[in-house]
């Protein structure tokens, strides 16, 4: 089992950002810690192989309340708190030495820094609360504390108007060696200050083209360094894969607590209501926060297995599949291999994962 803990809170919206948040000046941490256990109450006593804090802000939360859901949340009577991997996401302006002290005694022992960019102006237009010399700080007041696994966030594709250059963030990101990267595409989601900014013609998203060549520029660059890319927008140091994330893309069961949490069970996904406050009223109230459900037929987890599959470096089991060959275009052009009898995407095909597996579907659904 796995765990996910949703923490809503931010000082402010990112343009980008579509997730589930609560902006507040004042974080509600001991109403949110007493929901959030209240929630717990009616799982089975499982253990959790990893724990991850996500958001929203986490880093916004003191570090007694981190450790008191930690602790709360995870028996280190089966495995110990220092033998799990548990992640703190967080901005670099909440990081200071002594909150990166009082977070590992806490039982964190990874960091995921939502670093975006070494560009202020950049940062700026993001709505980020930090700028790039904190990206630095935030890295060393870490390592001071004794937190070796860190990740940075890095968004690529921005608007051409921004003269963003990639290399140089990549360059900068690499300086600090850092244990793991993530990489993202700047999506357009509905309703975002984004959304609003292209709609009036104020912006618009670089094409196809610039996208492909930053995405692949980094598969250039981050091998180069000793970096694999495990997932199609994750590389990290041998050792150092996300344990959290690589049991999303495996399919392995877990559990979300929060707004929006997600959880997952092998056959049924269920997800809590989005807002703060209706997930707040619901558990207060003693009713469910579970919004709605899903339960998984065969073929959809057989397509969901495939798609997982073929994000990461693995692959996917081309026995599984039935079809005699890959689509003939996908594999002329080098967008995919056949290796230890395992579909897997390059660098290239990763681009076109999804047209990848329409294709695939499409060939199957013909031969039934």
């Known amino acids: 089992m796995h765990l996910y803990l949703h923490v809503p809170f931010c000082v ?6 579509d997730f589930s948040i609560a902006v507040r000046k004042r974080i509600p941490v001991q109403e949110y810690v007493d929901i959030l256990l209240k929630e717990a109450a009616s799982l089975p006593e499982d253990d959790f192989k990893t724990i991850y804090y996500g958001g929203g802000t986490p880093s916004l939360l003191p ?4 450790s008191t859901l930690l602790h709360e949340l995870a028996s280190p009577r089966r495995t110990p708190h220092a033998a799990r991997e548990v992640t703190l996401e967080a901005n670099p302006e909440d990081v200071t030495p002594d909150h990166a002290k009082a977070w590992r005694a806490a039982g964190i022992n990874r960091v995921s820094l939502g670093a975006q960019s070494f560009d202020d102006t950049v940062l700026k237009w993001m709505h980020r609360s930090h700028d790039a010399p904190r990206i630095g700080a935030a890295v060393h007041a870490l390592r001071g504390a004794g937190i070796e696994n860190i990740s940075l966030d ?3 594709a921005l608007p051409d108007e ?10 900068m990101a690499l300086a600090l060696r850092p244990t793991h990267l993530s990489l993202y595409g700047l999506t357009v989601e509905p309703r975002t200050p984004l959304d609003r900014w292209i709609s009036r013609g104020a912006t618009r998203v670089p ?10 520029l980094a598969h250039e660059r981050l091998p180069v360094c000793g970096y694999q890319f495990y ?10 894969r996300s344990q959290h994330n690589s049991a999303y893309w495996s399919g392995k069961p877990y ?13 049924t996904r269920r997800w809590n209501l989005r807002a703060w406050e209706a997930y707040r009223r619901a558990i207060a109230e003693g009713r469910s926060p579970i919004e709605s459900e899903e339960r998984l037929t065969e073929e959809q987890r057989e397509l969901e297995a495939m798609y997982l599959g073929l994000r990461t470096v693995e692959g996917f089991a081309f026995a599984a599949l039935r079809r005699p060959s890959p689509p003939p275009h996908f594999a002329a052009q080098g967008w995919v291999i056949v290796r230890d009898g395992r579909l897997k995407c390059t ?12 294709e695939l579907t499409m060939h199957t659904e013909s031969q039934q």
Not at 12 to 17: G, I, L, T
Not at 347 to 358: A, C, F, K, Q, Y
């Open 231 to 240: 997932e199609v927008s994750n590389a990290s140091l041998p050792g150092f």
């Open 154 to 156: 890095l968004i690529f």
């Open 207 to 216: 094409d196809d083209d610039r996208y492909a060549e930053e995405y692949l």
């Open 255 to 267: 559990v979300g607590l929060g707004p929006a949490a997600h959880s997952f069970d092998g056959t």
């Open 162 to 171: 921004l003269k963003r250059d990639w290399e140089r963030d990549l360059e």
């Open 63 to 66: 570090a007694e309340a981190i």
């Open 12 to 17: 402010r919206r990112c343009s980008y950002c």
């Open 347 to 358: 660098p290239e095909g990763w681009l076109r994962l999804d047209s990848l597996v329409n």
